[in-house]
Structure formats: structure tokens, C-alpha cells
């Protein structure tokens, strides 16, 4: 459909993400997830008549950080509202939450797209309650697990800067690393410990107005984001085209299909008659404190993004990979340290290390300076690459000297030019096939006598000198 | 010597000198409850086992030494306060089998004190009426005269109070509910400064205007019970955190060199003469007995009634919207899907004035009319705020009627909820600006009802309106 290239997405990222504090926001209830159903909860946090709620100072320090290490400015006075609608899983009928007042507000990420660098605004963080779960049951039909209820969340709003489901998964991801760096979630994605509303409209290019909107609630995965925002884009692009209208509703993401339904309309929506809490206090935020907290966030991603681009001499997309994590740039930067090429190390670590690495579960199994010692090798000429990935799979199993590792097992390059020059002769002359090519002019003949070569050297030649000897050897034929 | 008649305080010397035991105390209140409470209502439940076991332990701590100033007291608890163990209904259907499993912050005070707690207070269902009538159990009648109503929400706390079916009672106040009642039944009623007394477990109706009072004979006995519940709850984040000093120390200093202000709306259109009368004359005697007294006047007054209305009815329909069948209380038998059970569970299980203030509250919270209803109450709150503020810097208490009439018959004042509502415009004002206030009789009518008298102070003013108001109490006796 070529009508599709008329038209721009206009993408907002409503994220929720659930902070790490050992207890719940409103009561002393434990936060730890998967614990049997309605173990985790008191009268509090099942609204229980005559219990009031009493907030976890930690999660505003949370929120605070997390408004801080995305640009935002951070409100001094605050304060909590009652968002009120009926559901079983919400046992005092409302949640707490933040209307008008938010803790943090204006801030901004960047983010690396196919233009390069780019700037996705953030509107507002909030922090506000989970609420419970329904269980679906045959034997007793629907039953409600208020384990959840009380859960503290932090709710963080973008500005509709976002334009193609890329975007949208590369500026989730910068989310997740940032809350990752500043340690006040575990992002645990599969635990819905962050969930993500896509809301999505679509413009003819050139246009200024946004379209109507739809949303789509929880999407927990970036793959489920990105299929989400490509199919609702197309269905809203074909709807238009067909002349039709773009109705504001929400839409839930069936993963099975791909495709995305109309869960309710926005006429059907609740009103949710907002009011301040009044059994809570404003809150109140003083410089000392704000500055404390300020304090105790670690460097961030981008700004150590910058310093691997400047002082490593990395690119911006490679830099992005590896500070998407903060175990990943600590291990690059201790690593960085003991080489003189940044860059060859990057490479290893994009290239091998990364691989091997499961970010959830497992630590960097290889000691930063072993890592170092396979990219001063490569950088020296010492193991060619195709060695390096073989060293550093090794190490992996079994961590070691890489030096030692390489010596023990001869893994050195062959840099000797007559030894080399005595496979290329012996290839040669088994593969007059692939020389006659050659001399008519077919370039690419070469390769196979090169692999020769290099399996004569069992993978340890020196691949760029025997290309070079080669190239001498077969136009000498000519 | 009759055990029923003694105050508080003298009932606490007898007991702490053994001359009466708390169990003897307790069955003679119970004696007296099984006499009259037929008749006058103020019990929604009697708590006898549990009471008995608590007289017990009473004496148990007096012969230990460990006696304090409410050890084997007595009293009544308002229904809306929990009571682990015993049903807590805030006269409700809702709630008529509610257990809760956990005490309100003043129900351990009283029982780390240990006092005994008789049964629960009948009251207007869930704290919104004026006159008790409102309770899905019972009405509950005026003691003075039983075809009038004692007044309301904390009608049956009054009423025992003032019939001697407990020595002391407690009851709560969002726009009146402690200090009209005890106008009404000629007992003193306190409604502590907002955030004096943890409101945690206390069945919400308002947050920002409900706190718990007692309802006693005499000021000092409110003293001393305010002595037991007053502190800082950090389980309530809007208790406040300071300490308070004994209200009863200073109690008898008297008011010469006080100064007190007597604001004209308080004695405009709709009191009734002989209200007036009393209130004005009380006036009188604070000036003889050496108060100067100045009238003010408070000119956002006439926006406090409907600013209360909308405030607290917002509360009141977000903090009732919990019970909704899902998880305790009332359940409809009958319905299909989800939105039924909540529909008829809820039409069911609340009363006919309960469902109109969430209505209204509804109404006033909703996208649209947010402005011009409940944020407007908040702008109108700051005013009076203001005003209050502004008489207390050259005053140190206001001098009011309690509540434009004395109490109305049975049934006068049911049809008509305006009519009603209006009843509450000298109270109102107290609870938006979060100020202590004591109700005590000041008088009677042309029927022998009781005129309360209002002494209203600045915020932690509870010292200056005890000493006022025993002072007024010893003149009159």
C-alpha cells in the first residue's frame, strides 16, 4: 500500500513502572511478587473501613530520583488525589494517584534514532498505587488477590514526540536503562514490573493537527510494541484511506493474532472525579533533601554515552548498546582502562560479549582486564578476530590470562610471510579453477583460495597480509 | 450512693479508693441501661461480656496500683469507631454484621486505660444526619423529653449521656455531630482541634473535617477524657505531631482578663428567641465574671453551610464508595452482572439521607461542575479560615449558640433535608476551619429544652475553652 507513506504516527508512551521499595506505599505490607494470593495484604491496603493510608517517604524519594535522572524538574510542593472508579480489584473504589500537582514534570531523554540523536520529552512522573488482581476460577468463578493492591508505581508520561514504533521500543528501552542505573526498579518486564500504554494517532505528513487517538493498555514486551504500534498505524492509515474515522477508545493487543481490538469507547470511559486526598498530607520537598537525592544518582547513560563517543572515539549507536546497562559500561569502562583501542574492545563486547551476557540473570563471567588482553592482542596483531571470538568463548567457560590462554593453546597470528607465502603457493596450485576465474577478472575467485589458506593456518593467519600476499601472488599470473 | 449519678472524675476517686469496684460500677450501669434504654434508645448494641471481663481487669489494675483517671469507667463508643471483635455498623445495614478485625487509635486508648466499654452508640447512619434519626436500627429519644430527638449524628451518645446509661461517651464531629446533640440533651459535647485526636479507625465520613470528642456531664470530665485520646497517630498522616499538656491542669484558673467575641451572624435571622436569649445572657455572666467581650463579625459565614455541604458530601462519596458488596458488609442477594451487584448492593445496603449526600458529593466532584462546586467550597474554606484567624488575634475564644433551636420533635424535621441542613450553621464553620469548640447548656426554652452554648477558640485552644466553659459551668450551679 503505497498510501501509507503519506502518512506520519504520532506516538505517546504512558509507562508504569514499579519501584523496588520492600514495602507497599500506603501500609507496611511486603512488595514481593509471585506470594500466594491475599498473603501480602492488611486492612489498609484492603480498604477496610476507618484505615487510612500513610506514605512510604522511600517511594517519593524513588519517583524523585527517576524525575531527576530524566531531566525533569521536581516539584517542592506536591500532593495526592483520589482517582475514583468502581472495579473489584480496587477495594477502596478509588486509587491514589497525582492530578494536578505531580512530582516531577518537563523533563526529557534522548534517544538514538535513524536521524541520529533525538529528543522525546517527558511530560510527567507520578506515583501512585497498584491495584489488585482478579483470578479467574471454574470451581468459584471470578475471585479478586490483593496481594498487588498498594504496590507503589511510578507512572512516567512522554509528550507525543514519538514517530515509528522504533522510537517508541528505543525510547522504552532508554526508560528502562535510566530506572535501571538509578536502582530504584528491577524493570522486570515479564513480572509486569514495567508496562507500557502506546497511545497512537496518525496525520497526513505536513500536517499540524493530531489525529484522533487510540490507546493500547499493557504492553509488557518491546517486541509486543513495536508489532502493537505497526498493525494499530496500518489499521488506522487503511481506515482513513477508506474514508472512514479514527474513533478515540482503547484497544488491547492480542499477542496470538497480532492484531488489536476495540476494548471500550471513550463515551463509556469513566469520569474519575479527581479530588485531593484528604487524608494525606502535601508533600513537601526540601533543597537539602532534593539535593541529597540529586547526590546519590549514579553517572547516566548519556552522559557516559558522550564520554565513549568523545574520548573512546565509539559511535553514538554503538555507545547506546553498551550503556543501555549500567553492569555493561561499568565492565566497558574498567576494561577501557588497560587497552589503548576503546574501540576494538567495544566491538568485542557488541560483538561477543553481549551475546553471552543474559542481563536479568547472570553476571559478565570474563574479569574486565582479560577482556582488555584480547583487544590488545587484536590491536597488536597478535590473534586475529575469528581468535578473539574462539579466546573469548573460552574465557567465558573458564575465565583466565588471556595471554596465557592464547600462548597455551598457540593461538598467535602468523605474521610470517614465507610460511604464508608457502600455503598460497600450495593453494594455488590445487585450484586452477578459481585462478582461471580470477585472471577473467572474477574478483570474488579469490575467496575460496583464501579460505584455504586460512584453514591451512587452522584460522591463525594473519587475514589481512594474506589477502595482500594473494592479491600479489595471483595478478603475478596474469 | 447512687453509681450512675457520679461525674467521671468523682466516680474515679470512689473507685481508686475502693469504695465502689468497676464491676459494681458496671452492672449498675447496666441495671440502669435494662431500666431505661427501652425507652430512650441510645444503644445500637450492648457489649456486656466484653465489658464485664474489661471491669475485671479494671479493678484488677486498681488493686495493682496501676489505676489511671478512666481505669473501670464506664462509657459508650459511638458505632462508627472499631471496636476489634465487637460489630462496628455506623448504624447502617451496610455494615450491620461488619466485625471489624482491628481497633480504632481512641478504642486502644480506652482499653490501655482501661476503661469499660458498655456497648455502641446508636447514631444517623454513617454520620450524616442531624437528629439519630437516620439510623437503620432505631430511633433514639430525647432523655429531657422523649418525643423529642436527642440530635445527631452522636444522638445516642448524647442520650446516654445525659439519661446516665454511661458515665462518658464518645462520639464524632464532621459539622456538629458531637456539640449539637449535646445541646440538644443538655450535656457538654468537645470537638478537639483537627488532627488532636487519630482519626484511625474511625469509620470516615469527611476526612477533613471528622475527629472524635467526648460527650460528658461536666468540663472536667471532658478534660480528663480528652487527656486519654489526645495525641499524636502516626498511622493517621494528619494527627499532629506535638504533645499536649493536661487539660484538667489550669482547668480552674478562671476567664478575668479574658477577652471574647460575640459574631453578629451568629444571632441573625433564624435563631430562635429563645436561644438567643440564653446565648446572649451567658454572654452576660462571662462579662461579669470579668471577660470584655466584643461583637465581630465573620463575613464569609454565609457561604460555610452549602461550602460544608459540597466539601463533605465529596468526601463522603468517595470514602462510602467502598462499600460495594465486593469484600465485607451488605451484599444484594440478587443480581447478574458486576455493574448489579454494585447498583443493588449499594441501594440496598444505604440509607435514603446516605445516598443523597453521595449524590450530591457525586455531582459536585464530577468533570464539568469540579470548579464550580468543590474547588470554590475550598476558596470559601480559606476564607473563613481567614476570618476565624483574624478574630483570634485580639480574642482568645467566640461566644455562640450551639444550634438556632433546642431539639425538635420526632419526625418534625424529616421531610424537609434543607430544613435540616440549616440546623447546622453554627457548627459548620468550626469544622471547616478545623477548630475546638465546646458545647454545655446554657439555659432552656420556653419547653424546658436545653440551649447549648458554643465557645469556639483558635486551633490547640482546648485549655482556654475548658477554663472558660468550667467557669461558666460553676456560675450557673
Redesign the interface.
Known amino acids: 500500500m503505497n498510501m501509507i507513506k503519506d502518512y506520519e504516527m504520532v506516538i505517546g508512551l504512558e509507562v508504569h513502572c514499579e519501584l523496588g521499595t520492600k514495602t507497599k506505599i500506603f501500609c507496611g505490607c511486603p512488595t514481593t511478587f509471585g506470594a500466594e494470593p491475599n498473603t501480602q495484604c492488611c486492612p489498609v491496603c484492603m480498604g477496610m473501613p476507618g484505615t487510612l493510608p500513610v506514605l512510604n517517604k522511600q517511594v517519593v524519594e524513588y519517583a524523585i530520583k527517576a524525575g531527576m535522572a530524566t531531566n525533569c524538574t521536581i516539584a517542592k510542593f506536591s500532593k495526592q488525589d483520589r482517582k475514583n472508579y468502581f472495579y473489584p480489584d480496587l477495594p477502596k473504589a478509588y486509587q491514589i494517584s497525582q492530578y494536578d500537582l505531580p512530582l516531577c514534570e518537563h523533563g526529557w531523554l534522548e534517544i538514538e534514532g535513524e536521524n541520529g540523536t533525538k529528543k522525546i520529552g517527558i511530560t510527567r512522573i507520578h506515583i501512585e498505587e497498584d491495584a489488585g488482581k482478579l483470578v479467574h476460577n471454574d470451581e468459584y468463578g471470578t475471585m479478586v488477590d490483593c496481594n498487588r493492591c498498594g504496590v507503589p508505581l511510578i507512572e512516567i508520561v512522554s509528550e507525543p514526540d514519538i514517530r515509528s514504533a522504533e522510537e517508541a521500543v528505543a525510547y522504552f528501552k532508554k526508560l528502562r536503562a535510566i530506572i535501571l542505573y538509578t536502582g530504584i526498579s528491577d524493570c522486570k518486564m515479564q513480572e509486569g514490573s514495567m508496562r507500557c500504554d502506546v497511545n497512537l494517532s496518525v496525520r497526513k505528513k505536513g500536517t499540524g493537527k493530531f489525529g484522533t487517538r487510540t490507546e493500547m493498555k499493557n504492553l509488557n514486551s518491546f517486541t509486543f510494541i513495536q508489532k502493537a504500534i505497526e498493525y494499530e498505524y496500518k489499521r488506522q492509515v487503511e481506515e482513513l484511506e477508506k474514508g472512514g474515522t479514527i474513533i478515540q477508545e482503547t484497544r488491547r493487543y492480542d499477542q496470538a493474532s497480532g492484531k488489536t481490538y476495540s476494548m471500550r469507547k471513550k463515551e463509556d470511559a469513566n469520569d474519575y472525579r479527581y479530588f485531593p486526598d484528604p487524608d494525606l498530607a502535601p508533600i513537601v520537598m526540601s533543597d537539602e533533601k532534593l539535593k541529597e537525592l540529586r547526590d546519590s544518582i549514579p553517572t547516566l547513560p548519556d552522559e557516559r554515552k558522550k564520554t565513549y563517543v568523545d574520548s573512546y572515539g565509539l559511535t553514538p549507536y554503538d555507545a547506546e548498546l553498551i550503556t543501555n546497562d549500567m553492569a555493561t559500561a561499568d565492565y566497558f569502562e574498567a576494561a577501557a582502562e588497560k587497552t589503548a583501542n576503546p574501540k576494538i574492545l567495544a566491538n568485542l563486547m557488541i560483538a561477543e560479549v553481549m551475546k553471552l551476557y543474559d542481563a536479568e540473570n547472570g553476571a559478565i563471567a570474563i574479569a574486565p582486564e582479560h577482556l582488555a588482553q584480547v583487544a590488545e592482542m587484536l590491536r597488536s596483531g597478535e590473534i586475529n578476530s575469528s581468535v578473539a571470538k574462539k579466546v573469548v568463548k573460552a574465557l567465558w567457560e573458564h575465565d583466565e590470562d588471556a595471554c596465557e590462554y592464547v600462548r597455551a593453546n598457540d593461538l598467535g597470528q602468523i605474521n610470517d610471510e614465507e610460511l604464508l607465502m608457502s600455503y598460497i603457493r600450495e593453494a594455488i596450485e590445487k585450484n586452477p579453477k578459481s585462478v582461471e576465474d580470477y585472471k577473467k577478472g572474477k574478483v570474488a575467485a579469490a575467496k575460496a583460495i583464501m579460505g584455504q589458506v586460512m584453514s591451512k593456518t587452522k584460522g591463525r593467519g594473519n587475514p589481512i597480509l594474506i589477502d595482500t600476499l594473494l592479491t600479489k601472488a595471483l595478478d603475478a599470473l596474469k | 450512693m447512687n453509681i450512675t449519678e457520679l461525674s467521671v472524675r468523682e466516680l474515679s476517686e470512689k473507685l481508686q479508693k475502693k469504695e465502689v469496684s468497676s464491676v459494681e460500677a458496671t452492672k449498675a450501669y447496666f441495671e440502669k441501661i435494662e431500666k431505661t434504654d427501652g425507652e430512650i434508645g441510645a444503644y445500637v448494641r450492648l457489649t456486656q461480656d466484653v465489658a464485664l471481663k474489661q471491669a475485671e481487669q479494671a479493678d484488677k489494675a486498681i488493686a495493682e496500683g496501676k489505676a489511671t483517671a478512666l481505669t473501670g469507667i464506664p462509657y459508650g463508643m459511638k458505632d462508627n ?2 471496636t476489634k471483635g465487637s460489630v ?1 455498623s ?1 448504624a447502617s445495614k451496610m ?1 450491620e454484621n ?1 466485625n ?3 481497633d ?1 487509635f481512641v478504642t486502644k486508648k480506652m482499653n490501655g486505660e482501661n476503661a469499660v466499654m458498655l456497648g455502641k452508640m446508636n447514631m444517623d447512619e454513617f454520620a450524616m444526619g442531624s437528629t439519630t434519626e437516620n439510623s437503620a436500627f432505631k430511633v433514639t429519644k430525647n432523655p429531657v423529653r422523649t418525643d423529642r430527638v436527642p440530635g445527631g449524628s452522636s444522638g445516642g451518645s448524647a442520650a446516654a449521656v445525659a439519661a446516665k446509661e454511661a458515665a462518658f461517651t464518645l462520639g464524632s464531629d464532621t459539622g456538629g455531630s458531637i456539640r449539637q446533640p449535646a445541646a440538644f440533651c443538655g450535656v457538654v459535647g468537645l470537638k478537639p482541634t483537627y488532627g488532636t485526636v487519630s ?6 465520613f ?3 473535617l471528622d475527629q472524635i470528642g467526648p460527650l460528658t456531664r461536666t468540663v472536667e470530665d471532658a478534660a480528663v477524657v480528652l487527656n486519654a485520646i489526645a495525641g499524636h497517630d ?5 494527627s499532629v505531631d506535638r504533645t499536649y499538656d493536661d487539660f484538667t491542669v489550669g482547668l480552674k484558673d478562671g476567664v478575668k482578663g479574658m477577652r471574647a467575641a460575640l459574631p453578629k451572624e451568629y444571632f441573625g435571622e433564624g435563631i430562635h428567641p429563645d436561644v438567643k436569649a440564653a446565648v446572649l445572657k451567658a454572654a452576660e455572666e462571662f462579662q461579669k465574671m470579668g471577660v470584655a467581650i466584643d461583637e465581630v463579625s465573620i463575613p464569609a459565614m454565609e457561604y460555610a453551610l452549602p461550602a460544608y455541604y459540597v466539601i463533605s458530601s ?2 463522603a ?2 470514602n462510602l ?4 458488596g ?3 458488609g451488605y451484599r444484594a442477594d440478587s443480581y447478574e452482572e ?1 455493574d448489579d451487584l ?1 447498583k443493588n448492593t449499594r441501594s440496598e445496603g444505604f440509607g435514603k439521607e446516605v445516598k443523597r449526600r453521595i449524590m450530591l458529593g ?1 455531582f459536585a ?3 464539568g461542575y ?1 470548579d464550580a462546586y ?1 474547588k470554590k467550597a475550598l476558596q470559601v474554606r480559606t476564607l473563613i479560615i481567614r476570618d476565624f484567624n483574624k478574630i483570634f488575634e485580639n480574642h482568645d475564644f467566640i461566644i455562640s449558640p450551639v444550634a438556632p433551636t433546642t431539639a425538635y420533635k420526632i419526625g418534625e424535621k424529616t421531610a424537609d433535608p434543607i430544613e435540616m441542613y440549616l440546623g447546622d450553621i453554627y457548627t459548620v464553620p468550626v469544622n471547616i476551619a478545623g477548630l475546638p469548640a465546646i458545647s454545655m447548656p446554657c439555659g432552656f426554652d420556653g419547653d424546658g429544652m436545653p440551649v447549648g452554648l458554643q465557645l469556639i477558640g483558635k486551633v490547640f485552644s482546648e485549655k482556654t475553652l475548658l477554663r472558660a466553659g468550667w467557669a461558666f459551668e460553676q456560675n450557673g450551679r
Open positions: 469507631i472499631c462496628t455506623c455494615l461488619f471489624p478485625p482491628y480504632a482519626r484511625n479507625g474511625l469509620v470516615a469527611a476526612s477533613s502516626p498511622l493517621d498522616s494528619t465529596s468526601e462519596s468517595s464508595a467502598r462499600f460495594d465486593v469484600r465485607y458486576m454494585y457525586s466532584l464530577s468533570s469540579y468543590y
